[in-house]
């Protein structure tokens, strides 16, 4: 736990040192810091996360028998390691890199103090979990920035990158024609935000329904729904927890500043996002990775929060962030029954 809490404070001193510094110099050397922090632990750790033993199986089986059976990207690098006898670790190492490359890159400068350490905080983690979600995350972030300024070819491009590492990319494209139609004020997102509160009560039975869909056209994940491990595995929270949550979302658009050209998109993307968490609260615990695909509307709407002239705008993203602080301490907990896939922290440097 103390590695990561670490982590997260050298990356917050470089991110403050390079939002804030005006030599050019200094700039790089911060940006370049702060990359290298967050890529270096992930590149060099070892059997850590849920998913390592199973991305290090695929390998072999590729390397073995020429197993095809994943995303056709992330087979040819892997095909890649094997040719060159790179090995598995040069597999995690790269992920990382483009990772890490493509969230620096949608950073704003100004910005780069709160939304890089709110990245630890809600996404990092997990991208020891969900190496090739994150990386079609961090890719459709950036794809997100170039659709909001019309370079609609190269968001293709980055989002077509994202889905050869990871399928489930393929909602982005569709979520973005979405938001991008939809025309929503700030008192028509309230509205909205109250109906999809209220939908907690019949959380139950929107998951049923949609695992019944699943199950009767057998789609993808759809054994998800059954599954021992997964179907009857619930998310743990409380009641203050959950309030908390919502009212981090009712004041993020509550605050989102209207005379900002992509305002509407930063409001129907983060609706999107609470109704997707509406489905994992009190639901299943599967349903929290369909949460982390949303996940990048949260640093647009703080992007924008940041950069309004709302004077309580400071206090607002202090409330939040102590939030996702204090439910990164709560990730972080060690439990001698069930303690967390990422702690402790090994390195390949300490096989």
Not at 61 to 75: A, S
Not at 86 to 94: C, M, P, R, S
Not at 97 to 120: A, D, G, Q
Not at 128 to 140: G, K
């Amino acid at each position: 736990m103390f590695f990561y809490i670490f982590l997260l404070i050298v990356v917050w001193i470089f991110s403050i040192c390079y939002s804030f510094t005006t030599d050019k110099y200094n700039t790089f050397l911060f940006k370049s810091i702060v990359f290298v922090v967050l890529f270096v632990p992930s590149a060099l750790r070892y059997n850590i996360g849920t998913d390592y033993k199973q991305y290090v199986d695929i390998y072999s089986l590729i390397e073995k028998n020429g197993f095809r059976e994943i995303e056709y990207g992330y087979y040819l690098l892997n095909l890649f390691a094997i040719k060159t006898g790179l090995g598995v670790e040069f597999v995690f190492a790269l992920m990382a890199f483009l990772t890490y490359y493509f969230f620096i890159k949608y950073v704003p400068r100004k910005s780069c103090y709160i939304l890089i350490p709110f990245y630890l905080m809600i996404l990092y983690i997990h991208s020891y979990n969900l190496m090739r979600q994150c990386l079609a995350i961090s890719s459709a972030l950036y794809a997100y920035l170039l659709f909001q300024n019309k370079n609609y070819f190269k968001t293709f491009i980055i989002l077509l990158f994202g889905f050869m590492f990871h399928k489930g990319a393929i909602i982005y494209p569709i979520i973005f024609i979405l938001i991008k139609i939809i025309n929503i004020s700030k008192i028509q997102s309230l509205s909205l935000f109250v109906v999809i509160f209220i939908m907690q009560v019949f959380t139950n039975q929107i998951i049923g329904f949609i695992g019944n869909i699943f199950q009767k056209n057998n789609l993808p994940y759809a054994f998800y729904f059954s599954s021992k491990l997964f179907g009857f595995k619930t998310v743990r929270g409380t009641g203050i927890g959950i309030l908390l949550r919502f009212l981090c979302y009712f004041i993020s658009l509550l605050c989102i500043d209207g005379n900002h050209k992509n305002s509407s998109m930063n409001r129907a993307g983060f609706l999107m996002l609470i109704f997707a968490d509406v489905l994992v609260i009190g639901g299943l615990d599967i349903f929290s990775r369909l949460v982390y695909s949303f996940y990048i509307f949260w640093f647009p709407v703080l992007n924008n929060i940041i950069k309004s002239k709302n004077k309580y705008h400071n206090i607002i993203i202090m409330f939040i962030m102590a939030f996702f602080l204090m439910n990164l301490f709560i990730l972080l907990s060690v439990s001698k029954e069930n303690p967390p896939e990422v702690i402790p922290y090994r390195s390949i440097l300490s096989k």
